[in-house]
């Protein structure tokens, strides 16, 4: 059995997702499900950013690896895809 069910029955994906949800909501007055989708997709957009930062041929700031993975998801939200 996992070490979080002991004390959290939360994983901690859900977990974090959770608390970044409730503080888009609390700061910027943002609802559910908007704040839950917001919270996830800024996770996504860093671990997408980060897995490509910390490659061994990357030079790039952390910070435009993440804006061009925010690029491509608006693109494949609007239909399209950077490649295309």
Same mark, same amino acid.
């Given at each position: 059995m996992p070490s979080w *069910? $002991?004390?959290?029955p939360t994983p901690p994906a859900a977990a974090e997702t /959770? /608390? #970044?949800s409730r503080r888009v909501g609390g700061r910027h007055g #943002? $609802? @559910?499900?908007?704040a839950s989708l917001a919270a996830e997709a800024g996770i996504a %957009?860093?671990?997408v950013g980060f897995h490509h930062w910390? !490659? !061994?041929d990357e030079e790039r700031e952390l910070s435009l690896l993440m804006r @061009? !993975? %925010?690029d491509a998801l608006k693109? #494949? *939200?609007a239909g399209s895809s950077p490649g295309r």
């Amino acid at each position: 059995m996992p070490s979080w *069910t $002991t004390a959290d029955p939360t994983p901690p994906a859900a977990a974090e997702t /959770s /608390s #970044v949800s409730r503080r888009v909501g609390g700061r910027h007055g #943002v $609802t @559910e499900p908007e704040a839950s989708l917001a919270a996830e997709a800024g996770i996504a %957009l860093f671990k997408v950013g980060f897995h490509h930062w910390i !490659a !061994a041929d990357e030079e790039r700031e952390l910070s435009l690896l993440m804006r @061009e !993975a %925010l690029d491509a998801l608006k693109a #494949v *939200t609007a239909g399209s895809s950077p490649g295309r």
